[in-house]
C-alpha cells in the first residue's frame, strides 16, 4: 500500500488561521500608513505616496536579493485598491480608530522585563509582530529563538531593524539577559480577558492567556485554558429545543445566540434560531419554524 507524508500546515498557507491573522494586520498596517491624514480613509494623493514609498522599498529589497519584494509590492497595491473601494465608508473609519487605540497599548521598556515593570509579556510570535508594527515597525515576523542570550519574548533594536520571538532555553521564557537598550522589550499594556470561559463577548483587546483577542481580527470570546479567541461563543447551546432559556452565550446551529440586555437566548438548533421568549399563550417550535 503506497504511503504518502501529509505536509504540515504553513503560517504562509491560506486558510490558516495563522495565515489570516498575519494578513489582517498587514492590512491594517498598510491602511493606517497609507491614511497620511489620521483622516480614516485614503485619498488619491496618499494612495500615490504610499505606492510610491512602497516602490521604493521593493527596488531596495529586489537588489539586495530578498524573495518577498515583488510579492508584498504587489500585495500592497491589491490590497489598497480594495480597500479604496470599499462599499462601507463607516467600516474603515472605525477600523482606525480601533488601530489607534490598539497602538496605545503597546509599550517599549529598555530594562528590566514585561513582568517585572507590571506589563504583559507577548508570549505570541504573531502578537509580537503586531506590536512592533503598531509601534512603528515594518517587519512582518519576528525571528523565533530559544536562547538564554536574548532578552525574553518579543524584543527589537532600538531601531526596528531586527525583531525576535525568544522562549529562552527551557521554553519558559526566562534568560539571562533583560530588556536593555540594545534590545527594547515589547510588552503589552492592556487588560487581562475578563470573560474566560468562552460563554460571554469581551467589549475590546485584551489578553486570553497567552493570546491577544482584538476584536476585528480574531474576535472577543476567549478561551484561556487553551489562549483561542474566536468570533463565536465557545460552547453549543445546552438547550436546543427553546424548552427554556441557555443562561450563556452559545452556537445553535449555524446562528449565535446571545444572552445578556437585549439578547435572544432561545435556541432551536434546527433551525438555527435564536430568539426571546413567547408572548403570553403563544408557543414556537419546529413546526412553527420559530414564529408564534
Not at 536579493?65 to 508584498?72: A, E, F, H, M, Q
Not at 523565533?144 to 525576535?164: E, H, I, K, R, V
Not at 536593555?180 to 483587546?205: F, H, M, R, V
Request: include cysteine; aromatic fraction near 8%; proline fraction near 4%.
Amino acid at each position: 500500500m503506497p504511503c504518502t507524508m501529509q505536509r504540515k500546515n504553513s503560517v504562509h498557507d491560506k486558510g490558516t488561521p495563522e495565515y489570516h491573522k498575519r494578513l489582517t494586520h498587514a492590512a491594517r498596517t498598510s491602511f493606517r500608513k497609507a491614511d497620511q491624514d489620521g483622516g480614516g480613509s485614503i485619498s488619491p494623493l496618499e494612495f500615490a505616496r504610499c505606492l510610491k514609498n512602497q516602490g521604493k522599498v521593493f527596488v531596495k529589497s529586489k537588489k539586495k536579493g530578498l524573495v518577498c519584494g515583488k510579492s508584498c509590492f504587489v500585495a500592497l497595491f491589491l490590497l489598497v485598491i480594495l480597500l479604496l473601494s470599499a462599499p462601507c465608508l463607516a467600516l474603515t473609519t472605525d477600523l482606525t480608530t480601533s488601530e489607534r487605540r490598539l497602538a496605545t497599548l503597546f509599550i517599549k521598556i529598555s530594562s528590566g522585563t514585561c513582568t517585572s515593570s507590571g506589563r504583559w509579556m507577548i508570549k505570541n510570535i504573531f502578537d509580537c509582530a503586531l506590536g512592533h508594527q503598531e509601534l512603528g515597525g515594518s517587519i512582518l515576523s519576528a525571528t523565533p529563538l530559544s536562547s538564554n542570550y536574548y532578552a525574553p519574548a518579543c524584543s527589537q533594536t532600538p531601531s526596528g531593524t531586527y525583531l525576535n520571538f525568544n522562549v529562552g532555553a527551557a521554553n519558559d521564557y526566562i534568560t539571562a539577559d533583560p530588556c536593555s537598550q540594545y534590545e527594547n522589550c515589547i510588552c503589552w499594556t492592556g487588560l487581562e480577558c475578563a470573560n474566560k470561559d468562552g460563554a460571554q463577548p469581551n467589549t475590546n483587546e485584551c489578553m486570553c492567556g497567552t493570546n491577544i483577542c482584538i476584536p476585528e481580527d480574531d474576535g472577543t470570546f476567549c478561551v484561556a485554558s487553551s489562549s483561542s479567541c474566536t468570533k463565536r461563543p465557545g460552547i453549543t447551546c445546552p438547550v436546543k429545543d427553546a424548552s427554556s432559556a441557555n443562561t450563556n452565550s452559545c452556537q445553535c446551529g449555524s446562528n449565535d445566540c446571545l444572552t445578556g440586555n437585549g439578547g435572544q437566548p432561545y435556541c432551536i438548533d434546527s433551525l438555527n434560531f435564536c430568539g426571546t421568549s413567547c408572548a403570553l399563550g403563544k408557543y414556537r417550535n419546529v413546526a412553527t419554524s420559530g414564529g408564534w
